[in-house]
């Protein structure tokens, strides 16, 4: 999928995420904030202007959410985002409230309704990952022009290629390509087994 797609999977899918922020003491905060819109680059929400959580989002302009949605753990998918954030104001609530209409039960009136304000999450990065695939399956992006950060591990040119590594990766995603062992990246659980085992030091963490 393309960044886009793990976007409005967010938004459209799962919808409900838990939001972090940094309070004045610099300590985190979560809040449990529905995604109510996507397009290709952004993630938006809304909140009370009277809300500790706006202030938050005012004084940091940065948060971080994960997104979960599955029966259990190993039905779970998860996308976790993390980027800057923007107020756009009033003018984005009508489209929200329409794409939205429960939000219409619990802001009834248009009196009410004026305590409201859209948030954009503009530039970040997140990663997809999902647990009801066998093997799992995982990915990275970025958006808003933000670079993406790969994470996990990497064999190197200095494996001799003795298989331990393969012996300890719990998703059997380490395979042998001509001369030295790969991770298949996308099914990697980055849980580090095969960086503690090499003999030779040629897993590094990326």
Avoid at 20 to 47: G, H, K, Q, R
Avoid at 180 to 192: D, N, R, S, T
Wanted: aromatic content about 10%.
């Amino acid at each position: 999928m393309e960044t886009k797609d793990y976007l409005e999977y967010v938004a459209k899918v799962i919808h409900r995420s838990v939001i972090s922020t940094v309070d004045d003491e610099n300590l985190p905060v979560t809040a449990a904030i529905d995604i109510m819109d996507s397009d290709e680059d952004s993630l938006y929400f809304l909140t009370a202007k009277g809300k500790e959580f706006y202030k938050r989002l005012k004084n940091r302009g940065f948060v971080a959410l994960t997104a979960m949605k599955g029966e259990d753990t190993m039905s779970t998918v998860a996308v976790s985002v993390r980027g800057k954030v923007r107020e756009l104001g009033y003018e984005k609530i009508p489209e929200l409230f329409e794409k939205n209409p429960y939000m219409k039960d619990i802001y009834p009136t248009e009196e009410s309704m004026k305590a409201l304000t859209v948030f954009q999450i503009y530039e970040g990065t997140g990663e997809w990952f999902d647990l009801s695939k066998k093997p799992i399956e995982r990915d990275s992006f970025g958006f808003g022009g933000a670079e993406n950060k790969y994470q996990g591990y990497y064999i190197t040119d200095e494996c001799i290629a003795c298989g331990k590594c393969v012996e300890v990766c719990p998703q059997d995603c380490i395979i042998l390509d001509s001369t030295h062992y790969v991770i298949e990246q996308e099914h990697c659980l980055h849980c580090g087994n095969c960086m503690t085992i090499c003999p030779v030091n040629a897993v590094i963490r990326r």
